[in-house]
Every structure is written in C-alpha cells, then in structure tokens.
C-alpha cells in the first residue's frame, strides 16, 4: 500500500514513529514533511497529503498534529477526501468499514505512540463495507 503521510511540528515525533512501523510492514511511504520538530503551519503539510491521496498517487494519508483536529479540517476541504480523527482503534476501524475514510487524522498530543501504532493497523487493515454504508457515504460531497 502506498501511504501519504504529513504533520505539523507537535506530531513530528509521531510522523516518524508511524513511518518506522509503515516501512517496516512493507508499505511505501510519501512523506511530506515536516523534517523536525521546529514550529510549523499544518495546512502546509495537510494540503499536500489530501491530494496525493485525491489524485490517487497515494492510497491513503496518515496526518498527526496536536488535537488532530486542524489537519482533519483542512484534509475535508478537498474533494473526495473523507478524513477521520481517531484516538481509540475501534474508531480507526469504524472509519474505515463505515465512512471508507481515506485519511487518518491523529492528536498526537492525547495518545500514546504505542497506541498510534495500533490505530494506524486498524485503519490500515480494514476496508469499506458498502452495502448501507454507501448510500450514506454518497451523501457526503457537495454538489
């Protein structure tokens, strides 16, 4: 699977924890930054893993900042993105089989990293479940 993954500066830590695990689990990575822990605007790096992802250069994103919530909001902006904040793995996996979630939205500054890791295998290993879920889903974009 090839994986687009980007933080700000508060999930630095964690961006690269969570590429050490991709990596060695076979996946291809894309990291878009940033490359250390100085103080960073999360659109900056949110806006290219949206669309790597929305262009189907990746088939997934992974996005880490502080609470999570400013790179969710600026991943839903783009069309066909469905991005999720998760801190538990039954979320990750929900959002996935439910939402078919295409980016993963992680607060850093709330979980542990070995809970990270856990939330991003349960992300990665489940898959959409269609069926009643797709109407839904297809309700989502503008139109």
Not at 21 to 27: A, G, M, P, W, Y
Not at 71 to 77: L, M
Not at 94 to 104: G, P, S, T, V, W
Request: charged share 20%; aromatic share 6%; glycine share 8%.
């Amino acid at each position: 699977m090839i994986i687009s993954i980007g933080s700000d500066h508060a999930g630095y830590e964690y961006k690269e924890f969570i590429v050490r695990v991709l990596k060695k689990e076979d996946h291809t990575v894309i990291d878009r930054g940033p490359s250390s822990s100085a103080s960073v605007d999360y659109p900056d790096f949110a806006h290219p893993v949206s669309s790597d992802v929305e262009s189907k250069k990746a088939d997934c994103g992974i996005l880490i900042c502080g609470s999570g919530n400013g790179v969710c909001i600026t991943a839903n902006k783009h069309a066909g993105i469905r991005a999720a904040l998760c801190w538990t793995t039954e979320l990750a996996g929900l959002a996935r089989k439910h939402n078919d979630a295409n980016i993963l939205c992680i607060p850093a500054r709330f979980i542990s990293k070995r809970l990270t890791g856990n939330i991003v295998r349960a992300f990665l290993n489940n898959n959409f479940e269609g069926g009643r879920h797709l109407t839904r889903v297809n309700k989502i974009a503008c139109q």
